[in-house]
């Protein structure tokens, strides 16, 4: 069973910084995709940043060269670190890994972290 458990979410100021992270568990082969989704309750869910396993990246136009995500393939991690925060980054954001286990291939969500960014 794969399982997902995301942290680093919470309250900053305009400005601020935050780093997400994303530990992925279970009977896991290799982890092939990896990315950083948030939704609003007026948005639908989009891509905030993306890593394949070979290390290339992808991000939204809005945070490019404030954001920064990486992973760790040793521990089946992904980061986000977020610097310079601005009020319109406020919103949950998921970590999505697409990977095989010994049985099978698919997609798998985290349960979603709150980041608000408020003065």
């Known amino acids: 069973q794969v399982q997902l458990v995301e942290s680093g979410g919470g309250l900053v100021q305009p400005g601020e910084s935050l780093t997400l992270s994303c530990a992925v568990s279970?009977?896991?082969?290799?982890?092939?995709?990896m990315a950083w989704y948030r939704q609003t309750a007026d948005k639908p869910r989009e891509v905030v940043a993306d890593?394949?396993?070979?290390?290339?990246?992808n991000y939204l136009d809005s945070v490019k060269g404030r954001f920064t995500i990486s992973r760790d393939n040793a521990q089946n991690t992904v980061y986000l670190r977020m610097n310079n925060l601005k009020p319109e980054d406020t919103a949950v954001y998921y970590c999505?890994?697409?990977?095989?286990?010994?049985?099978?291939?698919?997609?798998?969500w985290g349960q979603g972290t709150q980041v608000t960014v408020s003065s």
């Open positions: 999505n890994v697409e990977l095989w286990t010994e049985d099978s291939f698919g997609g798998y």
């Open positions: 890593i394949s396993n070979g290390g290339a990246t």
């Open positions: 279970g009977n896991i082969l290799m982890i092939r995709y």
